[in-house]
């Protein structure tokens, strides 16, 4: 007599069919916190710690404390990572600068204090600002010199220009300047001492120096230059 085939229990089966599938790889758990701004701080870190180009998605998910996989659910790849980086720390530095100036006026001493006092705002901000806009934008070959030159430099430059330019036709300042290469000399009495803050507060021991000092000095000096008084 043929033995019957075991059939399973139908219960066993329904219960098979109901198991939840376990979360994708990298998929973050629903009691995690969002890991997405740490990222971004994360990237910031490595960016201006190594530069651009020779960090990984990896290093950045190593910085942030979280897995690789994790870092490629919320961004995919490292270029999508570096335009979130862009969008949402970057251009915000450079805005608040622009909308400093936007509201200025026409008086050249007050689009300067404008210009001055927005690049010290976004540095106590956004301290990771010089330091990136030395490594990716003035030096050769940085990975964010195409994005200042196409979308940021044209706007702010053409406005600065324009106003100085306006006040250089109505006697109202030195002929002999420029209006075209006040908007670098400005940036390089501002954002250059932040970037290089590490290495003349060790030389000068000047730890009690911060940007506030380095924008009254740089106003004194825009302002009175280097005349001496009777």
Not at 1 to 9: D, E, L
Not at 120 to 149: I, S, T
Request: with cysteine.
């Amino acid at each position: 007599m043929a033995s019957k085939r075991p059939t399973r229990n139908h219960s066993t089966q329904a219960s098979t069919a109901r198991k939840p599938r376990g979360r994708t790889p990298g998929r973050p758990g629903t009691n995690m916190p969002d890991q997405r701004e740490g990222l971004l701080d994360g990237a910031l870190a490595c960016f201006v710690r190594k530069g651009i180009a020779a960090t990984t998605l990896r290093d950045i998910a190593a910085a942030a404390g979280v897995t690789p996989a994790l870092a490629h659910y919320y961004f995919g790849d490292k270029a999508k990572l570096l335009d979130a980086v862009i969008e949402e720390r970057a251009m915000p530095a450079f805005q608040q600068v622009r909308g400093r100036v936007a509201v200025a006026g026409d008086d050249v001493a007050d689009i300067v204090a404008a210009f001055v006092a927005g690049v010290a705002e976004a540095v106590k901000r956004y301290p990771w600002w010089p330091q990136l806009w030395v490594r990716e934008v003035v030096c050769e070959g940085g990975a964010l010199r195409d994005l200042l030159v196409t979308r940021i430099a044209p706007e702010i430059a053409r406005l600065l220009a324009g106003h100085f330019a306006r006040a250089q036709a109505a006697g109202r300042l030195n002929a002999d300047l420029d209006p075209r290469l006040l908007l670098p000399t400005l940036v390089g009495l501002t954002l250059l001492p932040a970037a290089g803050a590490p290495i003349w507060r060790q030389v000068f021991a000047a730890d009690d120096l911060g940007m506030d000092d380095v924008c009254r000095h740089a106003l004194a000096l825009l302002d009175r230059g280097l005349e001496l008084k009777p």
